[in-house]
């Protein structure tokens, strides 16, 4: 199983940005994913979930401004970030849920840098 995210860079303050994760090694659509992210320095939090049929949800501070879908054909998840503010800079993860794990842990592969310049 792989999870590859892209799609991060650097945007100015109310910019938007559409980040990608292709998940390979594994049936797609049947699984219910989230797209997370980590400030330097904290715990990776929650930003938004799409079930295998779906369903989506959103964090507080996702919610109104990014969306989330999918394409269960190119094995792909989305995420497009609409008004980025200063706040959203972070490392961005995609993952299953329940998150995939390994023998050595929860895998979460490299992630996507977002630099939002205020």
């Known amino acids: 199983v792989q999870l590859q995210a892209s799609g991060g860079g650097l945007v100015q303050a109310g910019g938007l940005l559409t980040l990608s994760c292709v998940l390979s090694g594994t049936i797609f659509s049947r699984k219910d994913m989230g797209w997370y992210r980590q400030f330097p320095g904290k715990e990776r939090e929650f930003v938004a979930s799409?079930?295998?049929?779906?369903?989506?949800n959103y964090s507080d501070s996702a919610k109104g401004r990014f969306m989330i879908y999918r394409d269960d054909e190119r094995k792909t998840l989305y995420l497009q970030m609409n008004s980025l503010k200063f706040e959203d800079s972070a490392v961005y993860y995609c993952n299953s849920i329940p998150v995939i794990t390994t023998s050595y842990g929860a895998y979460w592969g490299p992630g996507t840098k977002v630099t939002v310049s205020s």
């Open positions: 799409i079930s295998s049929i779906g369903d989506t």
